[in-house]
């Protein structure tokens, strides 16, 4: 699963840096006029418009996938809790997700995410990123809902999991999932609307757990009353409990 992440880098230029292999060279960053969110955590739940990257540009699109065929707006509300993640290996039959996965895959960039380790009942957190870049890409899918009531147009995405790797089995100990992440390698392939289907098969797996590092922080992540979205919800701290079981 994954339901929270951190995006700590809001400069249009670092993402045109980061992704000037991705994206077509017809897509302005300069006139695109983007205000990218600053989140240093963020739930899913809350539906909020994030950094997507596509093979034609950078968008804001919200979490939470609505199929094109839902019929109202009380039916959207209803599916997109259900949406935030799509199972990898179960994505190209669920009718949510079969179309999206086939031609509108795209790439969500984050600087990390969060996932609790339960430890004799209690649930200790951390903070997860990838070893080799600030901004790292979790491969995603999106669709565009309309609304046949008002007209209005919903950009909306999902979260691709797979089963944990030897890291995350240990952290996400219970339902052993983690987000799909691509490698820088492999980005442009993925946003291809036209990529060949075995290929895109053969990139939902997990990472390699060597490529990753994860830190236990604040039981303030735990709570969902708190303030999480502080830049010190970051920071390691220690639980010496842990020390016996790592």
């Not at 993402?15 to 963020?42: C, H, M, T, W």
């Not at 969500?108 to 990838?130: A, H, M, Q």
């Not at 309309?146 to 790797?165: C, M, Q, R, W, Y």
């Not at 303030?227 to 390691?236: K, L, M, S, Y």
Request: hydrophobic letters at 40%.
């Amino acid at each position: 699963m994954c339901y929270n992440i951190a995006i700590m880098e809001t400069r249009q230029q670092k993402y045109a840096e980061r992704y000037k292999d991705v994206i077509g060279a017809a897509f302005n960053f300069e006139s695109s006029q983007l205000e990218l969110p600053l989140y240093y955590f963020v739930s899913g739940f809350a539906h909020p418009f994030l950094p997507i990257i596509k093979h034609d540009g950078l968008f804001l699109f919200e979490w939470g996938l609505i199929p094109s065929w839902i019929k109202d707006a009380k039916n959207a509300a209803g599916i997109r809790a259900k949406t935030l993640n799509a199972v990898g290996e179960t994505i190209f039959e669920k009718p949510s997700f079969r179309k999206s996965i086939v031609t509108n895959r795209c790439l969500l960039g984050i600087s990390g995410f969060y996932e609790w380790r339960d430890v004799n009942k209690k649930k200790y957190p951390y903070f997860i990123k990838t070893n080799s870049s600030e901004i790292f890409s979790l491969g995603c899918i999106y669709e565009t809902w309309v609304d046949k009531n008002t007209g209005e147009l919903h950009n909306t995405f999902s979260i691709i999991t797979t089963p944990a790797n030897s890291m995350m089995e240990k952290i996400h100990n219970i339902k052993k999932r983690m987000p799909l992440i691509i490698s820088k390698e492999d980005e442009r392939k993925w946003v291809d609307p036209v990529s060949d289907i075995s290929e895109i098969k053969s990139l939902i797996k997990p990472y390699d757990a060597s490529e990753m590092t994860a830190n236990t922080i604040s039981q303030a992540a735990n709570s969902a009353r708190a303030n999480r979205n502080v830049p010190e919800i970051v920071n390691h701290v220690s639980y010496p409990e842990l020390t016996f079981l790592d």
